[in-house]
Every structure is written in C-alpha cells, then in structure tokens.
C-alpha cells in the first residue's frame, strides 16, 4: 500500500474537470503501478490516463 504524503487539486478545467496530483513517500515501482492499474478503472472519475513522474532525491 502507498502511503500519500500530500495531494494536490488545482482549479476547473472546462467542463468542471481537475487536475489532481498525489506525492507518495517512497515506494517500489511495482506497488506505485498497480495502484495505477486500479486508479485508471475507475471509468466514473477519471477522464484520462493517470500518469507518473518520479522524483528521486
């Protein structure tokens, strides 16, 4: 399980849609893409294709 560290939720887009960003803390890749997996079925939220970008310290 990934655990969120802080999200993010920036204004309305046309047609009442919102960008969301998750930070998580550190996590294997294989555990961040199937919660990815999980997030892009949910057909009734989502309207695009989640994406990743790591950040590595």
Known sequence: MLEVA???QR???EGGLVD?????HMA???SVR????QVASLDD???EEPRV???EE
């Not at 969301?20 to 998580?24: I, T």
């Not at 199937?34 to 997996?37: G, I, P, Q, Y």
């Open 20 to 24: 969301l960003a998750y930070v998580v």
């Open 11 to 13: 204004g309305k887009k």
């Open 45 to 47: 939220i989502l309207r």
């Open 34 to 37: 199937a919660v990815l997996t």
């Open 28 to 30: 294997r890749e294989k």
């Open 53 to 55: 970008i790591r950040v």
């Open 6 to 8: 802080r999200y993010v």
